[in-house]
């Protein structure tokens, strides 16, 4: 591997994005790492988990890394944000660099279908198969959810259209 | 018959654990002419301390040994037990059997307690052949010697002066300041160091007790505490000094450069000049090695007049000195002044100075763009080059990128292992003053951990990452130089786990503080010792921090190891707290275990002379005989001269030729 040349990285810039979109603790951060130790993204075996994902937005990088699908794998569990003792909020950070990724339509394929599924039947995780099993045991076929219900799907659909998820015109 | 007590002390579990107290306290019992043995969780607690007291006040002992720790903290403890019990605190022995036995062989426990069975065995042998001493007092001199003008310097000379003292403030410069008279501003707070420094260096200039000798070195130290003799040399300064206003007029007028060493040598100065604007006090000199002596005005030579004009030939720095402080016809002697002075106790305050960045070769040492953080600190500072504009000096732009560079020569096993302690917080400090001057300036600061363990320190350090300041962890390998006077900096970052570089406009190296070798003689003057960082040695770590192994002497500040401004100032209060004891006490005591000639033994061979380290002995005319003296005042009991005569004719006190012998007789039994 190349060394990688700091001078051009516009770091001011990606900081300041990051903290527009709710990531204003990433100055904060020492890299200490409590967070990594906690967080499943990391224990996974995702490449970017939160205290790296925040080092690399620290030192500018961004083109390089505004593909990559480990912030998609975040639980928002939030044991981050618990055990960090400088206040970043990482947590922040990685929903942060998210809705960036969004915004350039830089969505992982893990996160498009439920994204989809949940602008069609209202749910986020859903299965046809799912019908049948539940006929089985006696159950109506569709759940008292959003998924039996046209007019919470319209709710849903028009909350997602007019937020900034439909200015990205995926749906 | 004597009466020896003995007392083992348990240390805790320091003896106990490993030798068995009860086994030695019962040996003891057997041994001869010992009346009474006990032992005790802690001698040197109060309640152990009772009960020899109640063995003495009983009449049961006039003799004790107390087999415990170590002499050197606990001594003076039992030896006042026997004092206020009204014995000679002189019948006292200590058997070391923790220092020298449990902590050593700890794995051994059999044999450690039948080493300390042998140990308080001797320490009895000896005890039973003490003889009282008596303690001698000398009247000590209400005067003090401080060394060194910088704060350190600075805050002892005015402690000591407050509480009364005759104060002799000697400082190599022709100013006091040192190197915070150098620095912009200071952390944590920011303040401006000239703005608190300047007024506490007038208030030492004008003390009427301090009595300043600025461009002054220590020529000689001889005596002992309460009575130094001290020869101060006072450099030439080739003007009058009771005459010189400080108008700076000569320097104006002298046409020579050389590097300015109060700007770290960033900018030139000439041959007369004042060492920095706050100067105190604020005179000139005349750099002698650097002048041209213009107009032939070599000093002392006589005063020509033109034939052209008629009028005198005079130098530019005379003709502009408007007070007439300036006159090369007089024949100056260019050794300067002797002062003499006699002083109780001495303040050693002589400072430190960086690593040149010529010792690290691979940082591109010959680049103007790289340079050590006092060089940066004035070029950031109003009084510097640059007037505090942040300029290359290689091109005078604003540069866009710094790279600072920490530790570098400390924690380095090819310079100094030590931290220097102050560098991650300076280094800190110059990003923080530089980010909120210049927004768009690109800072980045290298290191292998960042330590900012004081008051209010992390929490700066914090505020730095705030303003965006790049921490990154790695130490630099090498700086390579780019075209246009710019540098590669070749690091690794651990949190990336990436190498990367960094084009830098400008450079700054954190180099270590260091002891200058130029003080190494001062030191040997002094008997003084340094220690294995190269820093003058302490008496003991903790408990005795300002005190050093020669008594009456005592440190403060960096010549004792790095350290930054507000621990300076403390340790430099302490140090005079410190000296005004024996100042304050008006006599000192001088410890009776030194040594004697017995006159009549004494061939007269003058083997002892040269062989005393501390000059002690002399050979003086007795029945018309060359017989060997001893001045009391300079002999440190240290032995070497018993050993020496052939004749036995010096004894030790304390360490008498049976005492010693009757102990062999006890190990060897
Ligand atoms: C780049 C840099 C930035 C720093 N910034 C800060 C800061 O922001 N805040 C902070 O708290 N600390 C800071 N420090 C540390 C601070 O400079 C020291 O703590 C302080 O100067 C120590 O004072 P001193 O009196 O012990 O030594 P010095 O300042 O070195 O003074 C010693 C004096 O003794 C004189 N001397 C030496 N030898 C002799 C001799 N043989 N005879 C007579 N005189 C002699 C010297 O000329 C000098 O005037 C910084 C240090 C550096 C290098
Ligand atoms: S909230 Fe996300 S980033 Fe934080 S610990 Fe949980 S999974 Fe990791
Ligand atoms: S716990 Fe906080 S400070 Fe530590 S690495 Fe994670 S975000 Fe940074
Ligand atoms: S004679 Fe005076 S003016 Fe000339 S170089 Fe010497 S100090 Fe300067
Ligand atoms: S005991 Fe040591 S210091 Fe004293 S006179 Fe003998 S050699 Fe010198």
């Given at each position: 591997m190349t060394a990688i040349?700091?001078?051009?990285?516009?770091s001011g810039q990606v900081i300041n994005e990051i903290v527009k979109n709710?990531?204003?603790?990433?100055?904060?951060?020492?890299?200490?790492?409590a967070c990594a130790s906690v967080c499943p993204v990391a224990q996974a075996g995702f490449p970017l988990y939160g205290r790296l994902l925040i080092k690399k937005l620290q030192t500018g990088h961004f083109e390089e890394i505004?593909?990559?699908?480990?912030?998609?794998?975040?639980?928002?569990?939030?044991r981050c944000t618990e055990i960090c003792p400088r206040d970043a909020r990482p947590f922040e950070i990685v929903f942060a660099f998210r809705r960036i990724q969004a915004q350039e339509l830089a969505i992982s394929a893990s996160a498009f279908t439920p994204l989809m599924n949940l602008y069609e039947t209202g749910h986020a995780v859903y299965s046809e198969s799912s019908k049948e099993l539940r006929a089985k045991v006696?159950?109506?076929?569709?759940?008292?959810?959003s998924v039996g219900s046209e007019k919470a799907k319209e709710e849903i659909r028009t909350l997602l259209d007019n937020g900034p998820m439909g200015d990205l015109g995926i749906f | 018959m004597a009466k020896v007590g003995v007392y083992v002390c348990h240390c805790g579990s320091n003896i106990a654990g490993v030798v068995d107290v009860q086994a030695v306290e019962e040996f003891a019992r057997?041994?001869?002419?010992?009346?009474v043995a006990r032992r005790n969780?802690?001698?040197?607690s109060d309640p152990g301390q009772e009960i020899i007291r109640q063995d003495i006040r009983d009449g049961l002992v006039d003799k004790v040994v107390v087999a415990a720790?170590?002499?050197?903290?606990h001594e003076p403890i039992f030896r006042r037990v026997l004092e206020v019990e009204?014995?000679?605190?002189?019948l006292f022995e200590m058997a070391n059997?923790?220092?020298?036995d449990s902590w050593v062989h700890a794995h051994d426990k059999k044999g450690a307690t039948q080493k300390a069975k042998q140990i308080v065995a001797s320490a009895v042998a000896k005890a039973r052949n003490l003889a009282p001493l008596e303690d001698k007092y000398v009247d000590v001199e209400k005067a003090a010697l401080v060394i060194g003008g910088g704060v350190a310097g600075i805050f002892s000379a005015l402690d000591l002066a407050n509480m009364g003292n005759k104060v002799y403030l000697v400082e190599k410069?022709?100013?006091?300041?040192?190197?915070m008279a150098q620095l912009d501003k200071t952390f944590?707070?920011?303040?401006?160091s000239a703005c608190i420094l300047t007024p506490v260096m007038v208030d030492a200039g004008n003390h009427p007790n301090i009595e300043l000798l600025t461009y002054a070195e220590v020529e000689s130290v001889d005596g002992y505490i309460g009575n130094f003799d001290v020869k101060i040399r006072k450099k030439q300064?080739?003007?009058?000094w009771n005459k010189c206003?400080?108008?700076g007029a000569c320097a104006e007028a002298c046409p020579v450069r050389v590097p300015n060493e109060y700007n770290a040598g960033l900018d030139n100065r000439p041959?007369?000049?004042?060492?920095?604007?706050?100067?105190?006090?604020k005179k000139a000199v005349i750099d002698i090695d650097a002048c041209?002596?213009?107009?032939?005005?070599?000093?002392?030579r006589e005063l020509k007049i033109s034939k052209?004009?008629?009028?005198p030939l005079l130098a530019p720095c005379e003709r502009a000195c408007p007070a007439g402080?300036?006159?090369?016809?007089l024949n100056l002697d260019p050794k300067g002044e002797l002062v003499e002075a006699r002083v109780g106790a001495i303040v050693v305050a002589t400072g430190f100075k960086v690593m040149e960045k010529?010792?690290?070769?691979?940082?591109?040492?010959?680049?103007?763009?790289?340079?050590?953080a006092l060089q940066l600190e004035r070029l950031i500072s109003a009084t510097g080059p640059t007037e505090g504009k942040l300029l290359?000096?290689?091109?005078m732009r604003k540069p866009k990128t710094i790279s600072f560079l920490s530790c570098v020569g400390s924690r380095?096993?090819?310079?100094?292992?030590?931290?220097?302690?102050v560098c991650c917080m300076y280094m800190i400090k110059q990003a923080k003053l530089l980010k909120e001057k210049y927004q768009d300036l690109e800072i980045y600061m290298h290191f292998m951990d960042v330590r900012?363990?004081?008051?209010d320190f992390d929490e700066y350090y914090t505020s730095a990452l705030a303003m965006g300041i790049h921490i990154i962890r790695g130490r630099v390998g090498g700086i390579d130089k780019l075209p246009g006077d710019r540098l590669r900096v070749q690091g690794y970052d651990a949190d990336l786990s990436s190498n990367i570089e960094i084009d830098a406009d400008m450079v700054i190296l954190a180099s270590a503080i260091e002891l200058p070798e130029t003080i190494k003689p001062l030191a040997q003057k002094m008997s003084l010792t340094l220690d294995g960082s190269g820093f003058f040695k302490e008496?003991?770590?903790?408990?005795?921090?300002?005190?050093?192994?020669?008594?009456?002497i005592f440190l403060a500040g960096c010549c004792q190891g790095p350290k930054d401004i507000p621990d300076t100032v403390a340790q430099a209060k302490g140090a005079a707290a410190a000296a005004a004891v024996p100042l304050s006490q008006g006599r000192v005591k001088i410890e009776p275990i030194i040594s004697e000639i017995i006159t009549d033994r004494?061939?007269?061979?003058?083997?002892c002379v040269p062989l005393c380290p501390y000059g002690a002995i002399s050979m003086d005319s007795v029945h018309e005989k060359p017989r060997a003296v001893i001045d009391i005042t300079q002999c440190?009991?240290?032995g070497v001269c018993t050993t020496a005569c052939s004749s036995s004719a010096i004894q030790l006190h304390g360490y008498t030729e049976d005492q010693i012998m009757s102990q062999i007789q006890a190990l060897t039994a």
């Open positions: 040349n700091l001078t051009d990285m516009d709710g990531g204003e603790g990433i100055t904060r951060c020492i890299q200490c790492n505004i593909e990559d699908p480990s912030s998609w794998a975040c639980q928002a569990c939030n006696g159950l109506p076929q569709e759940p008292p959810t | 057997t041994l001869p002419e010992v009346t969780l802690f001698m040197c720790c170590t002499p050197r903290t009204g014995l000679n605190k002189y059997i923790r220092d020298q410069e022709p100013s006091i300041g040192g190197v944590p707070t920011n303040d401006c300064s080739y003007i009058d206003t400080g108008c041959a007369a000049y004042i060492h920095f604007p706050q100067a105190v006090p041209l002596n213009c107009a032939g005005r070599k000093i002392g052209k004009t008629g009028k402080a300036i006159d090369r016809s010529e010792c690290f070769k691979n940082l591109a040492p010959d680049s103007p763009n790289v340079m050590t290359r000096l290689t091109d380095d096993e090819n310079h100094h292992t030590y931290c220097s302690r900012t363990p004081g008051k008496l003991h770590p903790k408990l005795k921090p300002v005190e050093t192994a020669v008594e009456g004494c061939s007269g061979c003058g083997i440190k009991g240290c």
